[in-house]
T-cell receptor, first 111, second 114 residues
Framework: QKEVEQDPGPLSVPEGAIVSLNCTYS??????FMWYRQYSRKGPELLMY????GNKEDGRFTAQVDKSSKYISLFIRDSQPSDSATYLC???????????FGKGNQVVVIP | NAGVTQTPKFQVLKTGQSMTLQCAQD?????MSWYRQDPGMGLRLIHY???????DQGEVPNGYNVSRSTTEDFPLRLLSAAPSQTSVYFC?????????????FGEGSWLTVV
């Protein structure tokens, strides 16, 4: 079983819509959760991280962790064409020496 | 500040050839790592290093060698390239491993093995 699972389906939304992305993870001991954004033909960049449970907001982005379900989510409000990218969830493991990535969701925001 | 620099950006190899992907960072980061990214597979860790002289295997180390003789450089060597190694390779670094340390990625190296 992989540390983190993310359904890699593409997602197209109209500008201004709310984007909802999800991942599940395997180990209830995981405490630290990240979301990376990757533009086409570029390296991933850290978008947000959360520690333990609850929500974290940063502008139009909200990261949410539900430890009871082992479920993490990323919401993008008022989506913009500039949000078009692949979003990957990631979790550090193995003594925090390794980073396990989900497969990523390609998001396209249509003007 | 250049960040994480990878070279070459594009490379075509023949099966059985060897090559080295270069990675350098100028942020005095202790932790460096190499990932490969394949369609439908996400990013998978190949090797990592927690400091000069220290390396360890990641999730998919077979067919790759690394060394860390300096803090700045972390080259990835393909000893005998195979078509299965066709991928996009990303080098990454952070101040140290662990929580709260932002990992910075390079721009990627596109490798095709024919």
């Amino acid at each position: 079983q992989k540390e983190v699972e993310q359904d890699p389906g593409p997602l197209s939304v109209p500008e201004g819509a709310i984007v909802s992305l999800n991942c599940t993870y395997s180990n209830s001991a995981f405490q630290y959760f990240m979301w990376y954004r990757q533009y086409s033909r570029k390296g991933p960049e850290l978008l947000m991280y959360t520690y333990s449970s609850g929500n974290k907001e940063d502008g139009r982005f909200t990261a949410q962790v539900d430890k009871s379900s082992k479920y993490i989510s990323l919401f993008i409000r008022d989506s913009q064409p500039s949000d078009s990218a692949t979003y990957l969830c990631a979790i550090p493991y193995y003594g925090n020496n390794r980073l396990a990535f989900g497969k990523g969701n390609q998001v396209v925001v249509i003007p | 500040n250049a960040g994480v620099t990878q070279t070459p950006k594009f490379q075509v190899l023949k099966t059985g050839q060897s090559m080295t992907l270069q990675c350098a960072q100028d942020m005095n980061h202790e932790y460096m790592s190499w990932y490969r990214q394949d369609p439908g597979m996400g990013l998978r860790l190949i090797h990592y290093s927690v400091g000069a002289g220290i390396t360890d295997q990641g999730e998919v180390p077979n067919g790759y060698n690394v060394s860390r003789s300096t803090t700045e450089d972390f080259p990835l060597r393909l000893l005998s390239a195979a078509p299965s190694q066709t991928s996009v390779y990303f080098c990454a670094s952070s101040y140290r491993q662990g929580f709260g340390n932002t990992i910075y990625f390079g721009e990627g190296s596109w490798l095709t093995v024919v």
